[in-house]
Nanobody, 117 residues
Framework: QVQPVESGGGFVQAGGSLRLSCAAS????????MGWYRQAQGKQRELVAL???????NYADSVKGRFTISRDNAKNTVYLQMNSLKPEDTAVYYC???????????WGQGTQVTVSS
């Protein structure tokens, strides 16, 4: 199984923006929902946003109104536009299938997002 490849992370000041991209294999993209997850240091990985094949979206309360998830089904790619970033958004961000429990071997390297105050 080919893991997703996440990109677009970086270092940004509070209030700034970043756009993450995820190139996923067809094996993962076959799932109806794709999601962006994040894992802060010392914390469990959490789902922050998901998008279905039809374009329906759902967000964690902590990012609602600031993050926007989208997908390009033709390119097997998922995006996360992050605006008004806060220091508490600092984490490694991953993409994977949502609505299921992804197997451990399906996770990619993730992309680091660091927000300074």
């Amino acid at each position: 199984q080919v893991q997703p490849v996440e990109s677009g992370g970086g270092f940004v000041q509070a209030g700034g923006s970043l756009r993450l991209s995820c190139a996923a294999s067809g094996g993962i993209f076959r799932f109806n929902a794709m999601g962006w997850y994040r894992q802060a240091q010392g914390k469990q990985r959490e789902l922050v946003a998901l998008v279905t094949r039809g374009g329906n979206t759902n967000y964690a309360d902590s990012v609602k109104g600031r993050f926007t998830i989208s997908r390009d089904n033709a390119k097997n790619t998922v995006y996360l536009q992050m605006n008004s970033l806060k220091p508490e958004d600092t984490a490694v961000y991953y993409c994977n299938a949502a609505g299921v429990v992804p197997v451990e071997s399906s996770w990619g390297q993730g992309t680091q997002v660091t927000v300074s105050s």
